[in-house]
């Protein structure tokens, strides 16, 4: 059986809305020019419809590096059910909003939380170092990590689960914004991809879902 479409699986409406809050978060970006680096890469609209679609394989390994400074893979997971939530820590809004409700789900499943492994990719490698990483996650869930690497594995891994991210243009300061889209994304303890969570999934939802992926 397919992965999925959303994992609560509630159908055309919910493709509905999520295509519309996607796409809504996602507006600025569309119209804002990339780096030329990224300009092969695919558009924002075709990375958010392979997935909501589920038009071809969704996920895979990926070899970054954590916030204190250590290698870790997926294999690192294996035997958790992993949450992944693609961000940066100059996020203004939309991720910490997110990292918040990973972080209270974590914490309604008391105990049953300790077979879940919540993961921060950051979008913006070139300032998420690790030690900007190690200070951003002591806002969040404990057991938060939060991983960074070079930017063509950051591009890599975001590319195998359909992320759209893309720095705009700076402002006359040198600062900048990622515009990305916002899902969260679940992967079983297999390592395999299980379905995505859209932008705005309430604590208590995501911990429904995470418990349907736990053995009763």
């Given at each position: 059986m397919r992965a999925a479409r959303t994992i609560d699986e509630t159908g055309s409406r919910c493709f509905r809305v999520c295509t519309a809050l996607t796409l809504?978060?996602?507006?600025?970006?569309?119209?804002?020019?990339?780096?030329?680096?990224?300009?092969?890469?695919?558009?924002a609209t075709a990375l958010i419809e392979a997935l909501l679609e589920n038009r071809e394989p969704i996920g895979g390994p990926?070899?970054?590096?954590?916030?204190?400074?250590r290698r870790r893979t997926d294999a690192d997971f294996r035997d958790k059910v992993v949450l992944i939530?693609?961000?940066?820590?100059?996020?203004?809004?939309?991720?910490?909003t997110e990292l918040q409700a990973l972080s209270l789900a974590l914490d309604m499943l008391g105990t049953e939380?300790?077979?879940?492994?919540?993961i921060l990719i950051?979008?913006?490698?070139e300032r998420d170092t690790p030690s900007q990483l190690a200070e951003y996650?002591?806002?969040f869930h404990p057991r938060l990590v939060a991983l960074t690497g070079p930017h063509s594995a950051i591009r890599k891994v975001a590319l195998a689960y359909k992320v759209y991210f893309a720095r705009t243009s700076p402002a006359q300061n040198g600062?900048?914004?990622?515009?990305?889209?916002?899902?969260?994304?679940?992967?079983?303890?297999?390592?395999?991809?299980?379905?995505?969570?859209?932008?705005?999934?309430?604590?208590?939802?995501?911990?429904?879902?995470?418990?349907?992926?736990l053995p009763e």
């Open positions: 809504t978060c996602m507006l600025i970006g569309t119209l804002v020019p990339g780096r030329a680096e990224e300009a092969s890469n695919p558009s990926f070899d970054l590096i954590d916030q204190a400074g939530y693609f961000g940066y820590t100059h996020c203004p809004d939309a991720c910490p939380g300790n077979a879940v492994q919540p950051t979008v913006d490698p996650v002591t806002s600062d900048y914004a990622v515009d990305h889209t916002g899902f969260i994304y679940l992967v079983g303890k297999d390592g395999h991809y299980r379905g995505f969570l859209p932008p705005g999934t309430p604590p208590e939802q995501i911990v429904g879902i995470v418990k349907s992926q």
